[in-house]
């Protein structure tokens, strides 16, 4: 089954780079990144080295696709290397880079398996999801991290919440495609504005993910719209004030208190707002042996920029 799979995915005409978004990320991650850059971008160009890992769905479980999982080297995901790894949650990982073909949506059939980014799991196991638990799944599409939380544990209420229409339309299809009519029920989805979300529903849920819009470079490098790439490049600058803004909202939800600001940084170099990074970058690997050194670091940081330094990075 798996050969065949993997057949099929090969056949797929090879993705396009968009010159656009290359050249930005040329700029931009070569001065923030340096060296580091050279080896970033040989892995975010070529799709061939990316890690797609497997989660099975429980719903409607694949015994022949994981046979042939562990057949083909496939290994578990993070088992046993995290305090909380429920055992309904079934994922693998293959040890050479290569991608399954996704399932196509079949209306009244369940998919076995859904791809996704392994990193992507992490948020979904930091929340330690308990059974009958009211969870809100903030910026739900396309689905993924809602599929993951529900193959933890059964909430006893979930609320998937998508504003973009587009990525809407995929959630509903992926819950469709994933969920059994039954667990439909615990279900809502809505296309809410999550910034607004925390006033009109405060204290409202035991927990909240949330999976803030980002720049998602990897997708916009291989668009086949320039115009629409060159546009999203312009508003990257805005999404980690974005990001805050949900965030506060979410801690309020939860009866936490949000403050205007944060009274301390435990980071030298903070990355909040993406203030300072090339600063940050500068001090990896540094030890200082006193105040005095990192007063002299700093200095020589800063004596060493141009004026643009204070427009592009403050």
Known sequence: ??????????RKVAKQICKVVLDHFEKEYSRELGDAWHTVRDILTSPSCWQYAVLLNRFNYPFELEKDLHLKGYHSLFQGSLPYYPKSMKCYLSRTPHRMPSERHQTGNLKKYYLLNAASLLPVLALELRDGEKVLDLCAGPGGKSIALLQCAYPGYLHCNEYDSLRLRWLRQT??????????????????DGREMGDSQPETFDKVLVDAPCSNDRSWLFSSDSQNA??????????PLLQIELLRQKLLQLDWEALTRLPYSPDIAPSDLHLFRSLQNSLNGKN??????????LEQFFAQKDKKFGKMEL
């Open 175 to 192: 819950l469709e495609s994933f969920i059994p009519q039954p667990l439909v029920n615990v279900i809502k989805v809505s296309e809410l």
């Open 288 to 297: 200082f042996n006193s105040l005095e050194d990192c007063k002299r670091h």
């Open 230 to 239: 060159a546009c999203r490049i312009s508003q990257r600058r805005n999404l």
């Open 1 to 10: 089954m798996l050969t065949r799979l993997k057949a099929k995915s090969e």
